[in-house]
């Protein structure tokens, strides 16, 4: 009797484990590549096509390519730009929309759930023109150091595109997180004459750090891993941030060095992987909240 | 649920405060930034998405050198014999990708509520993994599990031991392959809601209904299958609009070779990268054109099976 209770409680993990199978085969393979001169299915083997061939090679040749610090920064500043900016934008927005009444507010908040709904991709052709426009524009356009500009092919441009598009889940998000803190408090800064900001700033704010956590590793993540937006608005785009360069060097016609691509790949997998492992319980409240239906 | 204790509370002069706040526009400074972003990156966007459709701009004529078409580039739409096979890969790409979403994310649900908590935990965390993926390493890994011999991983720990053909199967089963890694993304978020969903159910219900005698299977059956019929519609018709306009995987899996050029992938092949580097922005913008009309449409009516009037309540801090 115990083992046939046994042999059930077996058969969940065993359908789970098939299922899972590509998924986990997939982070095997990355994880043994970076570390082998080349790989056959799932075994490191050297140069000769024998078992073996365990090296730190990969990791080498990775940073010794000068690029690569060049990609990183680019990268870094697209993730963090994009956190700080959905950050601040976004919960400036959600306050008077979860704490103050005044005329439009219905209308915005239906604005801000229908552009939730609506798919951004399909604006991309548009936001290009929008883009070249900017760029016109002196000192903002691309004459700004380190980011380039807010223009088309800068990495400036980049981030608010992916700013602008991350809003109406950020604000959505934050307006839930204001709804949540009761207003005594707020309220009592209020009548003793505190203004509408500072009540945001040293009352609100400092309450809802769950929240800003949430959302802000949540961006940072998109960020680091953005592909498509770098890809399409910049001009020499291998050499914009790291996926761009990493899809450069997987692309077809060119024989590719699958050791080194993993170690890339690895190495922007990593910072996202470390969030996730420590962060799970905050990135599931956006998951369950608000995300785009997905691909 | 403080509106209650409040309004009686309330002493004369926080009402004057307020009042005196309730004139002043503190909310328009809030919300500047957002609405700047929002005008530049999406209003006009949309406007400039409809115009540039009824032009014939391209790289050729440039900003400045263009002509009005009026409806031209749909007409040209219709009439164009490839619109069809666009059109077919679509929903081909859509309604299996949909299906899959649903049914591994309803399978994957249930599993997991079916195992010790901790363990359905992991493979649930396991399963959002391709989400999180960075999308050019999650397609690195699709295209080493589908390499050719001596690297591909199917072919050595599958196809060959069976002693069949080995190819690099991306080509080969092109669709497939965008189906399965579209779909290992999109499980994920049928899984979570329905996770909930199914977490939701009352423990007494469930466990007096084994008591009774039914199997776990005529449980799911009986008992939470019929508990999921709204997230299952919510489900489908949210991932329905997203897939129909989702191209980024597609684009860096095949970029549209292999017959899965689909309806997004070819307006921004169009406008925004083919190789012959004439790009076609009028065409471009139309097909888009066409995408951001269904878009709007949807998000519209999908806001109405929302319980859209209790997300907008007035907020009760200014009812005083």
């Known amino acids: 009797m115990r083992v046939r209770a046994f042999l059930r409680g077996l058969i969940p993990f065993l359908l789970i484990i098939v299922l899972s199978l590509p998924i986990l085969v997939g982070y095997l393979w990355i994880l043994i590549s970076t570390f082998a001169q080349r790989t056959y299915g799932l075994l490191p083997m050297d140069a000769d096509g024998r078992l073996g061939g365990i090296t730190l090679k990969n990791?080498?040749?990775l940073f010794q390519d000068p690029r690569i610090w060049t990609l990183t920064l680019n990268t870094l500043f697209l993730a963090l730009g994009l956190t700080l900016g959905v950050l601040l934008v976004s919960s400036l927005a959600a306050y008077p929309l979860s704490r103050i009444k005044f005329p439009g507010r219905k209308g915005f908040?239906?604005?801000?759930?229908?552009?939730?709904?609506?798919?951004s991709v399909t604006l991309l052709i548009a936001i290009f023109f929008v883009l070249r426009w900017i760029a016109k524009i002196p000192i903002l356009g691309k004459g700004i150091p380190l980011i380039g500009g807010f223009g088309y092919n800068t990495i400036g441009g980049v981030t608010l595109v992916s700013i602008a598009l991350q809003l109406p889940l950020g604000i959505w998000l934050m307006k839930g997180f204001f709804d949540t803190i009761s207003w005594d408090i707020e309220r009592a800064a209020l009548?003793?004459?505190?203004?509408?900001?500072?009540?945001?700033?040293?009352?609100?704010?400092?309450?809802?750090?769950?929240?800003?956590?949430?959302l802000g590793i949540f961006s940072f993540i998109q960020g680091w891993s953005s592909f498509l937006i770098p890809y399409t608005f910049i001009v020499e785009s291998r050499s914009a941030v790291?996926?761009?360069?990493?899809?450069?060097?997987?692309?077809?016609?060119?024989?590719?060095?699958?050791?080194?691509?993993?170690?890339?790949?690895?190495?922007?997998?990593?910072?996202?992987?470390?969030?996730?492992?420590?962060?799970?319980?905050?990135?599931?409240?956006?998951?369950?909240?608000?995300?785009?239906?997905?691909a | 649920m403080h509106a209650s204790n409040s309004q009686k509370a309330a002493p004369g002069s926080s009402v004057e405060a307020l009042a005196r706040r309730k004139g002043s526009l503190a909310w328009f400074w809030f919300l500047l930034p957002s609405a700047f972003l929002a005008i530049v990156f999406f209003f006009l966007p949309v406007l400039i998405t409809l115009v540039?459709?009824?032009?014939?701009?391209?790289?050729?004529?440039?900003?400045?050198?263009?002509?009005?078409?009026?409806?031209?580039?749909?007409?040209?739409?219709?009439?164009n014999p490839d619109t069809v096979k666009y059109l077919w890969a679509t929903t081909r790409y859509v309604v299996?990708?949909?299906?899959?979403?649903?049914?591994?994310?309803?399978?994957?649900?249930?599993?997991?509520?079916?195992?010790?908590?901790?363990?359905?935990?992991?493979?649930r965390a396991i399963w959002l993994l391709p989400r999180i993926t960075p999308p050019v390493v999650y397609i690195l890994m699709w295209k080493i599990i589908a390499a050719n011999l001596p690297y591909g991983i199917l072919n050595q720990l599958i196809v060959k031991p069976l002693g069949l053909a080995t190819?690099?199967?991306?080509?080969?089963?092109?669709?497939?392959?965008?189906?399965?890694v579209n779909g290992l993304v999109g499980a994920s978020f049928g899984m979570i809601i329905f996770t909930s969903?199914?977490?939701?159910?009352?423990?007494?219900?469930?466990?007096?209904?084994?008591?009774?005698?039914?199997?776990?299977?005529?449980?799911?059956r009986y008992i939470i299958l019929p508990q999921l019929r709204w997230p299952l519609l919510f489900v489908t018709t949210y991932q329905t609009l997203s897939l129909l306009t989702s191209y980024e995987y597609i684009l860096i899996l095949t970029d549209g070779n292999f017959n899965t050029e689909v309806w997004a992938l070819w307006a921004f092949h169009q406008a925004l990268s083919n190789y012959w580097g004439n790009f076609q922005y009028g065409m471009g913008a139309a097909l888009a054109a066409i995408l951001v009309v269904i878009g709007v449409g949807m998000a519209v009516v999908y806001l109405r099976y929302f319980r859209f009037g209790e997300l907008v309540q007035e907020p009760k801090i200014d009812q005083l």
């Open chain 2, 167 to 180: 190819m690099n199967w991306i080509p080969e089963a092109a669709f497939l392959f965008v189906v399965l």
């Open chain 1, 109 to 119: 908040l239906s604005l801000t759930l229908i552009l939730h709904a609506f798919p």
């Open chain 1, 242 to 294: 790291i996926s761009t360069y990493l899809n450069f060097l997987t692309s077809e016609n060119r024989p590719i060095n699958y050791g080194l691509v993993a170690a890339l790949g690895l190495y922007q997998l990593l910072p996202i992987l470390i969030f996730y492992v420590f962060t799970q319980k905050y990135l599931l409240q956006i998951f369950s909240g608000g995300m785009k239906g997905g």
């Open chain 1, 59 to 61: 990791w080498v040749l």
């Open chain 2, 96 to 123: 299996f990708t949909l299906l899959f979403n649903v049914v591994m994310g309803l399978v994957i649900s249930l599993i997991t509520t079916h195992m010790p908590q901790r363990s359905g935990l992991l493979f």
């Open chain 2, 52 to 79: 540039i459709s009824l032009t014939n701009m391209t790289t050729a004529t440039g900003l400045s050198g263009w002509t009005w078409l009026g409806t031209g580039n749909y007409r040209k739409i219709l009439a």
């Open chain 2, 197 to 220: 969903a199914i977490e939701s159910i009352p423990k007494d219900i469930m466990i007096s209904s084994l008591v009774d005698g039914a199997s776990v299977l005529q449980r799911i």
């Open chain 1, 191 to 214: 009548i003793d004459g505190c203004s509408r900001f500072r009540t945001w700033r040293q009352i609100l704010l400092p309450q809802i750090k769950p929240g800003l956590a949430a």
